[in-house]
């Protein structure tokens, strides 16, 4: 799958709001994928962009939420779902997190061909080759 962007963020558990540094993966097909280390072996958790983000938000817009230590709040990202659960990333810079949301955001609106466009068979002078009645060996004389 055609990915789309990957670096490290930091992200805030859910339950206890600790900051926790991941390597995160988003592909094309819209998975947000986070991983324990760059090397992508131990997968912490997948978001499945396209059919469950509502709304990314980035900086001020991230309300009650307190960056890691040494960071500034421009650096935060939140990702809004569908459930009304949010994930709370934070970038190393406020640019890091801007291009974030929007690596995000065009994910989450391409569609995705899961195959190939079909070729159709090659038309010559509007018909279809040895079809219609036509005369199609130039060795033989035409009949007539």
Excluded at 41 to 69: A, F, L, N, W
Excluded at 114 to 123: D, E, I, S, V
Aim: aromatic share 10%; hydrophobic share 30%.
């Amino acid at each position: 799958m055609a990915l789309v962007k990957s670096g490290w963020l930091w992200r805030q558990s859910s339950i206890l709001r600790r900051w926790k540094r991941n390597w995160f993966v988003l592909y094309l097909d819209g998975s947000l994928v986070y991983y324990h280390d760059e090397r992508q072996r131990d997968m912490d958790g997948r978001i499945h962009i396209k059919y469950s983000c509502r709304d990314v938000r980035t900086g001020r817009e991230c309300r009650d939420v307190q960056p890691p230590d040494g960071k500034s709040r421009d650096c935060l990202l939140t990702v809004v779902l569908r459930d009304g659960s949010k994930t709370t990333l934070c970038a190393e810079s406020e640019d890091d997190a801007v291009a974030w949301k929007m690596a995000v955001l065009e994910a989450k609106s391409t569609p995705v061909r899961l195959h190939p466009p079909k070729r159709r068979a090659p038309f010559r002078h509007g018909l279809r080759a040895g079809v219609g009645g036509g005369y199609t060996n130039p060795s033989t004389p035409y009949p007539g």
